[in-house]
């Protein structure tokens, strides 16, 4: 993601920067980063998926790998996303780019860049499974994938 252009990102929440995410350098501290992408990775299974069904101790998801430039510190508590998109669609296998950004005075700046790789998992029998045929079908139509 060396070429950063937001507005292939249909995909945004605020982050809810709490007191407690601060540490002695008055800067969140980097592994809180990992808590705010995946609020951010829940809020979009929940609103692209939309499943009130799914069993999430039996199926549902991993994650497998997580990479994380972090660009510049986060020093307040207003103004900041996390824009998420889905770039790729494995079979059983999906990438999410990150990029958590401060949105102030009609200027954008980049905080940190992530890539993760979630794993659709049978929890029940402990294994990887495929990608429901809904789930892709949904997440195509959301992120405009052909």
Not at 6 to 23: A, H
Not at 59 to 78: N, T
Not at 125 to 134: D, F, L, P
């Amino acid at each position: 993601m060396s070429d950063i252009n937001l507005s292939v990102f249909r995909f945004k929440v605020p982050i809810e920067i709490r007191f407690s995410d601060f540490d002695l350098l008055n800067h969140v501290n980097n592994a809180t980063y990992l808590t705010y992408l995946e609020e951010a990775r829940i809020k979009y299974f929940t609103t692209v998926i939309n499943e009130t069904e799914v069993n999430w101790r039996e199926e549902g998801m991993i994650l497998a790998r997580m990479e994380i430039d972090f660009k510049q510190p986060i020093f307040g508590y207003r103004n900041y996303f996390v824009n998420l998109r889905c770039s790729r669609l494995g079979n059983k296998s999906f990438d999410f780019e990150c990029v958590i950004t401060k949105e102030e005075n009609e200027t954008t700046e980049i905080i940190a860049v992530a890539k993760n790789i979630m794993v659709c998992f049978d929890y029940a029998n402990n294994k990887t499974v495929e990608i429901k045929s809904e789930w892709r079908e949904k997440v195509k139509a959301f992120e405009e994938i052909i």
